[in-house]
């Protein structure tokens, strides 16, 4: 999200990260499947509108489960969806080690726009259990994509990722 927030900031792109509808219906259901299904069913009538508004381009955040062909199927459904109307896709990888994603898990800014943060003890528990019960990180080749990028963040801020995605995509 931040390196999202980064560049938006940037580009002039909106910013549609994860946690946006998440954290809307997350209050209603709780970690449901129900919530599930409508933070699915949200996110795609938000791009359905968004491909039909006069907007430049859209940032979207998204945890990839690569080991869960539903991911899979989700990622391709969005790219068939944008790329039916000429939009561009640029996949840009993160990774950071455990320690780092456990200190940024706390970061002010994130408890500030994520609410289902809020509660660390529980948000890092599911942090450590979604990290060790899935691929978290694609397998070299395994995103076959043109315009891609791989970036380990550990050690950048999220200006000096966002300096590197625009300079790889000319953005």
């Known amino acids: 999200m931040t390196v999202g927030q980064e560049l938006a900031r940037e580009t002039g792109l909106k910013l549609f990260h994860n946690h946006m509808t998440i954290d809307l219906l997350e209050p209603l259901f709780g970690f449901s499947e129900e919530m599930w299904r409508l933070t699915h069913q949200f996110r795609m009538e938000i791009f359905h509108s ?9 940032i979207f955040t998204k945890i990839w489960y690569f080991d869960k062909q539903e991911d899979w199927d989700d990622i391709e459904n969005i ?58 990180n694609s397998l070299p080749g395994e995103i076959d994509r ?17 300096q ?8």
Request: with cysteine.
């Open 146 to 162: 043109e315009n891609y990028i791989r970036i380990d963040n550990t050690f950048l801020s999220p200006s000096e990722v966002a």
């Open 79 to 136: 790219c068939k969806m944008m790329s039916s109307k000429g939009v561009s896709i640029y996949f840009i990888e993160l990774e950071a080690n455990v320690e780092e994603r456990l200190q940024r898990n706390k970061a002010p800014s994130r408890l500030e726009c994520k609410p289902t943060k809020r509660n660390v003890k529980l948000s890092e528990h599911h942090l450590l259990t979604t990290m060790g019960n899935n691929r978290l």
């Open 50 to 58: 968004f491909l039909k508004s006069n907007q430049d381009g859209m």
């Open 164 to 171: 590197i995605i625009r300079a790889k995509f000319n953005l």
